[in-house]
């Protein structure tokens, strides 16, 4: 049975549209900062300088529009980009990978003796973030990675038993290293000091630690504040050779993070924030950026801005034929939803209750609440060590984690959480 031509022509429209216009919407909303505001600001700029100048030469405009193009194509397609780029570059990296499997094979031989005499140890992989800071609580080695050397460092008798060694570019760099404790509570409290060296260590940076237990003399590992308890060898193999072969990629932006919310009361008994300024202002340059994108478009094949210009575009480039045409028309729609939501997040103590409320102008969408006896915890964490945002957290008894706001940096967070936590009389957790 043969399917009619003209539903393949629609189902292509359609998924044009709506990839196109959710893809651009997600990284524009995932990643809102000030950089990418100052782009739409210039483009927005352009636009209208264009719009302006009606006898620009069509060739000018084609180039203004292609150049846009590409510009956005650059920003919304990055991280696949990124990742295409790393793949590449590593394929031609074979010496380095045959350094990363050596150094693996060398430090879990180490690992294995250790353990058969349960002896303690910890070993951190330094990936991206420098532990240099670190490493000046230790002392300095320099040397081949070799299970000997983690057996004669690590060994009862050795004035380096405690603390930690830190592994920098296939090379043992330092030993006798002081680890940052975790302060996270909800951490097991039968791990002992090295399980939450570990922890603490990959919560503040992108390391990767392998500890093994003194008491039991297994071997276990800790990525991004989590423990990976009593693995057996292979898993041990596979996880470190993944983790240390895919090192993330350095990312310096975006600088600085548009914050969603800002604070417009502060009493003994409420405490609220509302959507920013600096949000709203984004929202708006976006809209009056894709409005003058679909106006240079009509201008390029029109000639002139006008009602029968205008009418004779949408009727010339329907939606089955030019989709593309439509995304601009769909995003401005968008972001005029956008730039109505309304956004508020209130603490009532005359009501004891909290409540997280997002709305389209009156009309609620979505909204979370709470006894404020029920919140535990308000936390400033970081997302993950390939991200350099952070996140405004609160938790409640039954550890269901609520969204507070996000950041490129954790101190314009920390004031508001230092205001909640001084409201609420609960526990602050900062993981800067």
Known sequence: MSVNPIYWKVGMSLAVLLVGSFRITWVLRQQK????????????????????????????????????????????????????????????????????????????????????????ALIAFERNDNLSKLAQSGTLVNSDVKKEL???????????????????????????????ITFNLDVDKNLGTRHRAAIGLTEATDAVCLIVSEEEGTISLAKDGKIFYNLDLKTLQKNLTEWLSRKPPKTSYPIHRVRSFSQKESSTVHLRFF???????????????W??????????????????????????????????YFIPAVLAAIHLGFLLL???????????????ETALAFLPIRKIKRSLDELKRVSVKREGQKSL????????????????????????????????????????????
């Open 342 to 356: 309304r956004l508020e997040i209130h603490f009532d103590r005359v009501g004891n209750r909290f409540t997280k």
């Open 275 to 289: 959507k920013s300024t600096a949000l709203q202002f984004y929202d708006l340059i976006f809209l009056f950026m």
């Open 150 to 180: 983690f057996t004669a460092l690590f060994s009862k008798e050795a004035l380096t038993h405690d603390g930690g060694v830190i592994i920098r570019n296939g090379r043992v760099a330092y030993c006798s290293v002081i680890f940052p």
């Open 33 to 120: 900062s000030w950089e990418l505001l100052f782009l739409a600001l210039v483009i927005s700029v352009i636009g209208a300088i264009n719009l302006s100048e009606e006898n620009m030469a069509f060739h000018l405009d084609a180039q203004f529009l292609n150049s846009i193009s590409i510009v956005l194509i650059l920003i919304i397609f990055e991280p696949e980009l990124r990742r295409l780029c790393f793949y590449f570059f590593r394929r031609l990296s074979k010496k380095k990978q045959s350094n990363i499997v050596h150094t693996i094979n060398e430090t879990l031989s180490g690992a294995q003796v250790l353990s058969h005499t349960k002896t303690g």
């Open 389 to 432: 945002r952070w996140f405004l957290t609160l938790e409640d008894r039954k550890r269901r984690i609520i969204q507070l706001d996000s950041a490129g940096s954790p101190n314009s967070l920390l004031h508001s959480a230092k205001q909640i936590h001084e409201f609420l009389k609960i526990d602050l957790m900062n993981q800067s």
């Open 291 to 324: 409005v003058l994108l679909l106006g240079n478009m009509i201008l390029i094949q029109g000639g002139a801005l006008n009602g029968q210009v205008f009418s004779d575009f949408f009727l010339k480039n329907t939606f089955f034929e030019n989709p593309i």
